[in-house]
T-cell receptor
Framework: KAGVTQTPRYLIKTRGQQVTLSCSPI?????VSWYQQTPGQGLQFLFE???????NKGNFPGRFSGRQFSNSRSEMNVSTLELGDSALYLC??????????????FGEGSRLTVL | GENVEQHPSTLSVQEGDSAVIKCTYS??????FPWYKQELGKRPQLIID?????GEKKDQRIAVTLNKTAKHFSLHITETQPEDSAVYFC??????????FGAGTILRVKS
């Protein structure tokens, strides 16, 4: 069974641009959550989708948005990029409808550098 | 509140020694506490988890303890090996179907 796949793996953008990241969950997993990882800050929760609906959102500005498609694939978008948005963006899928009660399967992440 | 504090931020141990990482949480409704290991350049992976109806769980050299009254839980690694070197994250479930992660602990096992 294929794991969680994230694309692109690496990307470089400049301030003010926008970026779209993609995540394909494990087959059969309907919950997809996104995290921002920066040194010293751990994994900061961005949002979680289940069956194409955003169920939860973290404390990030409106520049961060996402969506989920009918095949459970998810995308996140960051508009008007700032230097501080440079980070590793991880997505995770869960077999369970309640994503906070069982194992999360992470992708390898998309490393975004904003210049 | 939605907060998980993790200590220490870095931990160096000699091969064969034990390592302990501690986390505290604030939501009294938290009932699921996983630990993830992230090796350098790799994805985080679940290594052990515990639910609020038990106080301790072991899996070979790894154990987790939970003190619900004090709202803290700990990861214990015995007989550490170089391959245990990684970043370890604790997490706690909170109300509203959320999972909050600690800031991580960099564990270095010196051989």
């Amino acid at each position: 069974k294929a794991g969680v796949t994230q694309t692109p793996r690496y990307l470089i953008k400049t301030r003010g641009q926008q970026v779209t990241l993609s995540c394909s969950p494990i087959s059969g997993h309907r919950s997809v959550s996104w995290y921002q990882q920066t040194p010293g800050q751990g994994l900061q929760f961005l949002f979680e989708y289940f069956s194409e609906t955003q169920r939860n959102k973290g404390n990030f500005p409106g520049r961060f948005s996402g969506r989920q498609f009918s095949n459970s694939r998810s995308e996140m978008n960051v508009s008007t990029l700032e230097l501080g948005d440079s980070a590793l963006y991880l997505c995770a899928s869960s077999l369970l409808a309640a994503m906070n009660t069982g194992e999360l399967f992470f992708g390898e992440g998309s490393r975004l550098t904003v210049l | 509140g939605e907060n998980v504090e993790q200590h220490p931020s870095t931990l160096s141990v000699q091969e064969g020694d034990s390592a302990v990482i501690k986390c505290t949480y604030s939501d009294s409704a938290s009932n699921y506490f996983p630990w993830y290991k992230q090796e350098l350049g790799k994805r985080p992976q679940l290594i052990i988890d515990i639910r609020s109806n038990v106080g301790e769980k072991k899996d070979q050299r790894i154990a987790v303890t939970l003190n619900k009254t004090a709202k803290h839980f700990s990861l214990h690694i015995t007989e550490t090996q170089p391959e245990d070197s990684a970043v370890y994250f604790c997490a706690a479930s909170i109300s509203g179907n959320k999972l909050v992660f600690g800031a991580g602990t960099i564990l270095r096992v010196k051989s």
